[in-house]
């Protein structure tokens, strides 16, 4: 089993930051691509970011290009998700998920169990 949490979100103003964070422990975690995702109230799960084994592929959807980085510390076995210039459309419950290639799909191995993020106006 690979388990993941996730910490860093809360309650942020409209234009400003938040870095999540996701450690992993029990297995390999340099073995793994990881992701993010988020789902707001009354909505699906969308996919956000995703950041292959090595760390020098990374992906993103179009809503947060070139104001979310995703990045990883493989010595640390932790993940992280940089998020600048927040709106209040990125207000969601923000999941960590592990899996074999780093692609929306096949991100769906192992889960966090979330952390609410919240965009004032």
């Known amino acids: 089993q690979l388990q993941l949490v996730e910490s860093g979100g809360g309650l942020v103003q409209a234009g400003g930051s938040l870095r999540l964070s996701c450690a992993a422990s029990?297995?390999?975690?340099?073995?793994?691509?990881m992701g993010w995702f988020r789902q707001a109230p009354g909505k699906e799960r969308e996919f956000v970011a995703a950041?292959?084994?090595?760390?020098?592929?990374?992906y993103y959807t179009d809503s947060v290009k070139g104001r979310f980085t995703i990045s990883r510390d493989n010595a640390k076995n932790t993940v992280y998700l940089q998020m600048n210039s927040l709106k209040p459309e990125d207000t969601a419950v923000y999941y960590c998920a592990a899996g074999q290639v780093p692609s929306p799909r096949s991100l769906s191995d192992y889960w966090g169990q979330g952390t609410q993020v919240t965009v004032s106006l």
């Open positions: 029990g297995r390999a975690f340099s073995g793994y691509a």
């Open positions: 950041i292959n084994w090595r760390g020098d592929n990374t």
